[in-house]
């Protein structure tokens, strides 16, 4: 629909549309915290999106601290596009928020303390699928992603209760080969331990049934 030029009848020159800012995928190991999440800072609970600059935010074992930086990035999107969706209560969170794939989550369990000597765990957002309510969901609308970034590797709460891990500054990412599902491993992020694939879901499964045993870890 380029109109012609009402003078001369020329052919309209024709434009480019550019979408800056947004990625034309949702990248399923980016880390970050999805608009409409909130986070507690010293003034109270606040959407993520409207974090300012400066402003401390709550975190698991370091008090308030303040982010380094807030990145921003917008996810368009796209065919096979997937978010993590938390039901209210499934991570002692109050209401209903979503997560992206690779997001880590800490677990924080007298399980875990029992069966590996660790009382919290990381573990991606995707092996959650299933445990309490916890689902997949297709992206279908733009979503703005911020990501804290601490002087060094942070939790932080999210709406209320769920622990959403973030990167320090300079950090390596986590392996990207690494995916739910797979045979998966343990390894590090940071300060914390993190659990991958077929050992995130043992630990989760155990945790769903109460029980305390290492069978099922050394299994897997």
Known sequence: MFMHDAQSFAAAEKITLALHGLTAAAPAGAPGILAGSLVETEAGWCPVENLAPGVAVATYDGGFCRPVRIERRHLWPAAGAEMIHVPGGALDNCSDF?????????????????????????????????????????????????????????????????????????????????????????????????????????????????????ADLVAA
């Open 98 to 214: 979503a997560l992206m794939p690779g997001q880590r989550v800490l677990i924080a369990s007298d399980i875990a303390e029992a069966v590996l000597d660790r009382g919290a765990v990381l573990l991606p957002a995707a092996s959650l699928v299933g445990f309490r309510g916890i689902s997949r969901q297709p992206l279908t609308r733009p979503v703005e992603m911020v990501s804290l970034v601490f002087a060094s590797d942070e939790v932080v709460y999210v709406n209320t209760g769920a622990l959403i891990h973030c990167a320090g500054d300079g950090a390596p990412a986590l392996a990207a080969g690494l995916v739910a599902g797979s045979g998966g491993g343990a390894g590090r992020a940071g300060f914390f331990d993190h659990l991958d694939g077929n050992r995130a879901a043992a630990l989760l499964a155990l945790i769903a049934d109460g029980a305390r045993s290492t």
